[in-house]
Structure formats: C-alpha cells, structure tokens
C-alpha cells in the first residue's frame, strides 16, 4: 500500500508578511538605500502584531534585503545583497549534497562556451589585458602542493572574470558560483598534493587560444576552446580524484 504525499508545511506568519514586505519594495520601486516605514507604519499597513513585524524584519535582515541604522537619521533601509552573500547562502544549500566534479563540469560544459562565445570581439583592451594579467599567476609550472593549489584558485578566477565582463548577470553570477564550489571541492578533496603538469599546460594553452579568439572576435573559436577547455579539465580532474582516492585507500 502506497503512502499518502505529505501534504506541504503551511509557512509561518513571519515568512507571509516578510514576502508581503519584499513583494511591496518591488511594488513601490524602492532601492537599495531606500528608506522603509517605520516599524508603527508597517503595523498598520500589513494589519499584523509587533512580534509578527519585528520577526518579518528579522528575517529580511538575516537575507540582507533590509538594514537597520542607527543614530541621527537611521531607521530601516532597503538592503543590497552582494555577490558574495549570495553565493555564501547558495553554497550554504549545497553544503550536505553530494556535489561531483562531474556534476560541476556537466553545468560548465553547459553556461560557459555560450558566454566566451557572446563575449567576442566585445572586450576592451584592459579587459583583455586583466585577464593575461591574471594568467602571469600560473605563467610557470607550480614546483610545489601548496603552489598547485594557489594556481588552481587563480586559473578559475580567469573564468570568474570572464563571467563578469559579460551583460548577462545571471549567467555571470551562476559561472562565478561554479568556480567558486569547484574551488572548495579541489581544496577539500586536496586534488593539489601533487603538481598535475599537464592540467596546467593544457588549461594555460587554451587561455591563451581563448584570448587570440575574444580579441579577433570569433565567437565559433571560442566556443569551441572554452568547451575543449572543460572537456579536457574535467576529464583530468577526474583522473587526479582517482588517483588521490587510490593513494588514500592504499
């Protein structure tokens, strides 16, 4: 006999209203910086107590949406939710997954050949110019775990920026939370304990390659080395995994 669904949990009162409140600073086009109705206003309009509205505003604080001032001219505030926040509360939710570095590659191989493909020819020479600057990072072989480790964090900040340069934040965002989850996946797995020379020529050789085809503005060109870049990564990332995990069952 097949168990009945579980029906879902009915959201708490808090939960509504702070909803209600976010639902009305989109409403009245406020921004961040914006100042909200003080708590003896927001009684009245949502009709609801002062525990009710104080956990509301706890709430909202605990997400960074709004932001409490104190002294001469404070008050509550529209908040802004950083870049960095937000990916601190999204890798929050993944924290007990159980991520791969397939799982990562399979989203990469999805998001970031698009993005080098809609980003050539549109780079500025500076941008174009950060991003060799950041490649002089791991411009050598790492001799060393701890200098494997420090370029590796470099080689995805390169696919960071890229994502940042482009007019898509979304994308942009999604590419950076990737770079950043396979950062700590590699740290926490400690895929660095050894140099991987070929990981690094082979990723720095498409970089390179990947820079010539921004700069000419040759989008197939780039979306076909960024998607080899992964391709290749991934495959080696997942023979460096098998090769710690041996060592460590040995």
Known sequence: MSSLPTPPQRRSRPVRVADAIKDWVVEQGLKPGDRLPGETELIQRFAMSKGTIRE?????QAQGLVETKTGPGGGLFVGEVSRERARALLANFFYFQHITIDDIYQVRIALEPEMAASLAGRLTEDQLAEL???MEDYAQPAADAEEERVQHVSS?????RLADFGENAMLGFFIGFMAQILTDLTVYKRLYTQPNHDLWRNG??????????????DA??????????????RQMMEDQEAEVMKRFIV
């Not at 509301?56 to 909202?60: I, V």
């Not at 995805?156 to 960071?160: D, I, Q, R, T, Y």
């Not at 197939?220 to 990564?233: G, L, V």
């Open 56 to 60: 509301a505003l706890r709430l909202l």
């Open 132 to 134: 060799s600057a950041i």
């Open 156 to 160: 995805l900040k390169f696919h960071a």
């Open 204 to 217: 720095r050789e498409h970089q390179i390659d990947l820079i010539a085809a921004l700069r000419d503005g």
């Open 220 to 233: 197939e060109a780039a979306r076909r080395i960024m998607r080899e870049h992964m391709q290749e990564a």
